[in-house]
Nanobody, 128 residues
Framework: EVQLVESGGGSVQPGGSLRLSCAAS???????MGWFRQAPGKVREGVAG????????FYTDSVKGRFTISQDNAKRTLYLQMNSLKPEDTALYFC??????????????????????WGQGTQVTVSS
């Protein structure tokens, strides 16, 4: 089992920045992790993913150049640095994790939101 706990959400003005953290606990650190978000009345969407074994990263188009996913294996923590935030980034952000066979499989898992473990979410609100 893997437990995921997100933190770092909050309210920020457009153009501002936030850094989300996801602390993972469990016997083995997952090798495929991602950030997802869900706004009221909308479906959950993938934001960014990472294959931790070789640090391959992938992003949804709307956040490329603004968001950066990273990890600290020693701390067993996943991060999402969010810059140039927009009102449309407002959502509940979730961390997700699983074990998978390689980077290409991790990207497929991310595209399908096919993860075994999910956190409870942290709210991000962008408004003036």
């Amino acid at each position: 089992e893997v437990q995921l706990v997100e933190s770092g959400g909050g309210s920020v003005q457009p153009g501002g920045s936030l850094r989300l953290s996801c602390a993972a606990s469990g016997y083995i650190y997952p090798n495929c992790m991602g950030w997802f978000r869900q706004a009221p009345g909308k479906v959950r969407e993938g934001v960014a993913g990472i294959y931790t074994a070789n640090v391959d990263t992938f992003y949804t188009d709307s956040v490329k150049g603004r968001f950066t996913i990273s990890q600290d294996n020693a701390k067993r923590t996943l991060y999402l640095q969010m810059n140039s935030l927009k009102p449309e980034d407002t959502a509940l952000y979730f961390c997700a994790a699983r074990y998978t066979s390689g980077s290409s499989w991790c990207q497929r898992n991310f595209a399908g939101a096919d993860f075994n473990y999910w956190g409870q979410g942290t709210q991000v609100t962008v408004s003036s």
